[in-house]
C-alpha cells in the first residue's frame, strides 16, 4: 500500500505481507502509517474511537493501532490489535539502485558481486577518512553509524531497506543522513527476478536457504559469511573505527546473523554488535537441551542431528558449508571461538506475540473453521528445531537459558535479550518498536570486551 501527504510525498508500507497489500491511514489530524492486509485503522481516545467527523480540539491523548476486520479470512486470532507501520518515503531514485559488492572467490578466476541496496550509494566508492584533507569533500566524513539489515525467507531486501529508512527517520540519536543503511539481497536460483546476474545467486533448495548457515553460492565458489565478512571490512577499511557498525536480521535473516557473528574473524568488538530477531532456531554452544524440564543430551537415535550445523556445533549433518569447516576444524577450536563469542555484542529481539506454531495446511484450515487460526510465518518444525522449543518465543527463551551452561562468567553484559511487546513476527513492527530503535541505535552502557584496551564506542 502507499499514501500521500499533502506535500505529496509517497511512502510504502513495508511489511510482511508477501504480495498483498496493506491498508493506508489517514487521520485528520495529519497522522498517517499502514496497516497489514486485513486491519482496519483505529484511532482510539480514553472515550472511545475518533470517527472522521470528530472535531481537531476533541482529539487529544490519541492511540493509534490496526485491528483486525472481523470478516478478513484466516484472521489471526493471536495478533488481533498491532502498531500502526510507518510509512517509508523514497523520494530519491537513487535509492532504488542495487549496487554490487566485488568479492574475490578464492577458487575462481572472476569476481562475483554481492548485491545490496544503500542509503549513501555503492560502499567501495567511499573515499576512506584517513585521506581527506578537507573533511567536507566527501559524504564518509559524516557517517557516524551503519546499519546493516538483512531479509529473511522473502527475500525482501527492498522491503527490509524501506523499513530501516523509517526507523532512520523516526529516531533521535543520529543526524539522519548521519547513518548509513545498508540491505544486503541474497538472491536464490528460484526467483522470477532479473535483476539477479551479475549478483551471487543462492541455491532455493526446497526452501531451506542455505545462505542462513553459510553456504557457497551457485554461480561462484563463495560463501554468504565470505560475502558479509567483505561488506564489514569493506566498511571498516573505508570508515574507520569511530563509526560504528551494527549487523542485524529478522526471522530467516536473524539466523544468518546469528551463526555469521559466532564464525566470523570479520569481527570488530570496540565499534561491532549484531542485533539477531525471532529466528527459527538458534545455533546451540552446548549439546545439552531442555526435555521434560531438564537439561540433557537428547537421543541420538530419535534425532540424530540435533546438534550438527545449523543448530549445534557437531559434526554431520546434511548442510554443506565449507566456510564453517574451515572456520570450525576442532573441538579445540570451538572452544575457542565459544570463548570468544562471549565478549562479543549481541542483543537478542523477541516479539511477545510470536507464538504461533500452526504449520500443516491441513490443521490450518481446521483452525481457521473452528474459529481459531494463526500465521507461523514458516516456523520450522524439524526434531532439531523442536527441541529447542516449539515457538519462536520459547526457542527464545530456552537459547537465553541454556548459555548458563556454556559460560561460567555472566554473559549477560553482551549478550542480552529483549522482548518487544504487542509484536509478533514482523520485521517492521520488531524494528519500528522502540525496543528495536534502541537495539539499533541506542547508546546504552555495555561492559565490552575490547582484546586491547581499545574504547568500546557504545558506552
Given at each position: 500500500g502507499s499514501h500521500s501527504n499533502d506535500d505529496g510525498h509517497f511512502g510504502c508500507i513495508p511489511g510482511d505481507m508477501g504480495k498483498f497489500n496493506g491498508t493506508c491511514c489517514d487521520d485528520d489530524d495529519g497522522n498517517s502509517g499502514g496497516c497489514p492486509v486485513g486491519y482496519e485503522c483505529i484511532a482510539e481516545t480514553s472515550f472511545g474511537s475518533i470517527t472522521e467527523s470528530s472535531s481537531p480540539s476533541s482529539k487529544h491523548n490519541i492511540n493509534y493501532y490496526c485491528q483486525a476486520t472481523p470478516s478478513a479470512p484466516m484472521a489471526d486470532s493471536i495478533t488481533q490489535r498491532l502498531p500502526r507501520y510507518r510509512l517509508c518515503s523514497i523520494n530519491d531514485e537513487s535509492l532504488t539502485k542495487l549496487h554490487g559488492l566485488d568479492i574475490m572467490p578464492k577458487s575462481d578466476t572472476d569476481m562475483g558481486k554481492f548485491a545490496y541496496?544503500?542509503?549513501?550509494?555503492?560502499?567501495?566508492?567511499?573515499?576512506?577518512?584517513?585521506?581527506?584533507?578537507?573533511?567536507?569533500?566527501?559524504?564518509?566524513?559524516?557517517?557516524?553509524?551503519?546499519?546493516?539489515?538483512?531479509?529473511?525467507?522473502?527475500?525482501?531486501?527492498?522491503?527490509?531497506?524501506?523499513?530501516?529508512?523509517?526507523?532512520?527517520?523516526?529516531?533521535?540519536?543520529?543526524?539522519?543522513?548521519?547513518?548509513?543503511?545498508?540491505?544486503?539481497?541474497?538472491?536464490?536460483?528460484?526467483?522470477?527476478?532479473?535483476?539477479?546476474?551479475?549478483?551471487?545467486?543462492?541455491?532455493?533448495?526446497?526452501?531451506?536457504?542455505?545462505?542462513?548457515?553459510?553456504?557457497?553460492?551457485?554461480?561462484?565458489?563463495?560463501?554468504?559469511?565470505?560475502?558479509?565478512?567483505?561488506?564489514?571490512?569493506?566498511?571498516?577499511?573505508?570508515?574507520?573505527?569511530?563509526?560504528?557498525?551494527?549487523?542485524?536480521?529478522?526471522?530467516?535473516?536473524?539466523?544468518?546473523?546469528?551463526?555469521?557473528?559466532?564464525?566470523?574473524?570479520?569481527?570488530?568488538?570496540?565499534?561491532?554488535?549484531?542485533?539477531?530477531?525471532?529466528?527459527?532456531?538458534?545455533?546451540?554452544l552446548t549439546p545439552l537441551r531442555k526435555i521434560h524440564k531438564s537439561w540433557k543430551r537428547p537421543s541420538l537415535q530419535?534425532?540424530?542431528?540435533?546438534?550438527?550445523?545449523?543448530?549445534?556445533?557437531?559434526?554431520?549433518?546434511n548442510e554443506t558449508a565449507p566456510y564453517r569447516d574451515r572456520a570450525l576444524p576442532n573441538a579445540s577450536v570451538a572452544a575457542k571461538l565459544i570463548d570468544e563469542f562471549q565478549h562479543r555484542h549481541i542483543t537478542y529481539l523477541a516479539g511477545s506475540l510470536d507464538v504461533c506454531n500452526q504449520t500443516e495446511p491441513d490443521l490450518l484450515a481446521a483452525t481457521a473453521g473452528a474459529g481459531y487460526h494463526c500465521h507461523s510465518h514458516g516456523l520450522e518444525t524439524t526434531c532439531m528445531d523442536e527441541l529447542q522449543g516449539h515457538t519462536r518465543m520459547e526457542r527464545s527463551n530456552l537459547f537465553m537459558e541454556s548459555l548458563q551452561y556454556v559460560w561460567e562468567a555472566p554473559h549477560h553484559h553482551c549478550h542480552k535479550r529483549v522482548i518487544v511487546p504487542g509484536v509478533g513476527h514482523d520485521h517492521s513492527f520488531m524494528f519500528n518498536s522502540a525496543e528495536g530503535m534502541e537495539a539499533i541505535f541506542g547508546k546504552q552502557q555495555v561492559e565490552h570486551y575490547t582484546g586491547a584496551g581499545s574504547p568500546d564506542i557504545f558506552s
Open positions: 541496496y544503500s542509503s549513501h550509494g555503492p560502499i567501495d566508492s567511499i573515499i576512506p577518512a584517513s585521506t581527506h584533507p578537507d573533511d567536507d569533500l566527501d559524504d564518509s566524513s559524516t557517517i557516524q553509524m551503519v546499519w546493516i539489515f538483512i531479509h529473511g525467507s522473502g527475500l525482501n531486501a527492498d522491503d527490509y531497506f524501506c523499513s530501516a529508512l523509517a526507523a532512520r527517520k523516526a529516531q533521535t540519536s543520529y543526524d539522519e543522513d548521519s547513518v548509513l543503511v545498508i540491505a544486503p539481497w541474497f538472491s536464490e536460483d528460484d526467483s522470477d527476478s532479473t535483476d539477479q546476474q551479475p549478483y551471487l545467486v543462492w541455491s532455493h533448495q526446497d526452501a531451506l536457504h542455505p545462505w542462513r548457515y553459510g553456504a557457497d553460492s551457485v554461480n561462484h565458489n563463495i560463501s554468504s559469511y565470505t560475502a558479509m565478512d567483505a561488506m564489514v571490512e569493506t566498511l571498516q577499511n573505508k570508515l574507520g573505527p569511530d563509526v560504528r557498525i551494527v549487523v542485524s536480521g529478522h526471522s530467516s535473516g536473524g539466523q544468518m546473523v546469528h551463526r555469521w557473528a559466532f564464525l566470523t574473524k570479520s569481527w570488530y568488538p570496540h565499534n561491532m554488535k549484531a542485533v539477531v530477531a525471532n529466528p527459527s532456531s538458534y545455533l546451540y530419535e534425532c540424530p542431528h540435533y546438534d550438527s550445523w545449523k543448530w549445534g556445533l557437531s559434526n554431520g549433518g
